[in-house]
Nanobody, 118 residues
Framework: QVQVVESGGGFVQSGGSLSLSCAAS????????MGWFRQVPGKEREFVAN????????HYADSVKGRFTISRDNAKNTVFLQMNSLNPEDTAVYYC???????????WGQGTQVTVSS
C-alpha cells in the first residue's frame, strides 16, 4: 500500500502563484510516475501534469503548459507542483496520484482545494 498526502493550496488572486506538495509513503519502491489531477464539481477529473519517477521527464496538459512546473525529490518520495499565473479556471480540487508501470494510477490523495479569484 502507498499513502499519498497533499499539502499546499489555498486562496489566491488571479495572476498569483501557489505551490503544492505531495508525499508518498509505504510501498513506494515500484513507483513509475506521480501526477497531479484536478476536478471541479460536475466535471470529470482532468490530468494536469505528471513526472516519470526515474527519468524526471515531465508532461503537462495544454491548459497549464508554461505556467505550471512539476518536479520531484526522489529521496523524499515527494512531488511538487509550482503554479504560476493562476486564473479562475484553475480553481479546483487538486489530487496527487502514484502510479506503477502497467497499473495506472493506483493510489490517490484526499485532494487539496485551490481557489483563484478574479
Amino acid at each position: 500500500q502507498v499513502q499519498v498526502v497533499e499539502s499546499g493550496g489555498g486562496f489566491v488572486q488571479s495572476g498569483g502563484s501557489l505551490s503544492l506538495s505531495c508525499a508518498a509513503s509505504g510501498s513506494t519502491s515500484s513507483t513509475y510516475t506521480m501526477g497531479w489531477f484536478r476536478q471541479v464539481p460536475g466535471k470529470e477529473r482532468e490530468f494536469v501534469a505528471n513526472i516519470n519517477w526515474s527519468r524526471g521527464t515531465p508532461h503537462y496538459a495544454d491548459s497549464v503548459k508554461g505556467r505550471f512546473t512539476i518536479s520531484r525529490d526522489n529521496a523524499k518520495n515527494t512531488v511538487f507542483l509550482q503554479m504560476n499565473s493562476l486564473n479562475p479556471e484553475d480553481t479546483a480540487v487538486y489530487y496527487c496520484a502514484v502510479g506503477r508501470l502497467g497499473y495506472g494510477y493506483e493510489y490517490w490523495g484526499q485532494g487539496t482545494q485551490v481557489t483563484v479569484s478574479s
